[in-house]
């Protein structure tokens, strides 16, 4: 009778995303009427810690600055992204606040 051990590793790997000078794309912003650095809605993500949900919930309700490529896909005003995230981004995922 032989006995089979079946090992299971789990690795669980934090991913954070370094920005290089050639990942971060240079663009137009007309809201901050300047040339801005843009990400792509999950680099924006990632940078500060939140789901693409919410950053696609912000860009629908005119909180993110953002700007389409030509390709289609959504460029996101870095500036705008850094100054209006929320202070906690809890309250965005659970949704509740319990403050005295
Ligand atoms: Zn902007």
Redesign the pocket.
Known sequence: MSSKQTKITIETREVWIIRRPDHVVRGW????A?W?EMVTGEEAAHLIGVGVRAIFRWIEQARL?FTETPAGSVMI?L??LLADRPSDPLELSAGQTDRP
Request: with cysteine; aromatic share 0%.
């Open positions: 912003c007309g809201r901050c300047a801005v600055h005003c500036p705008s």
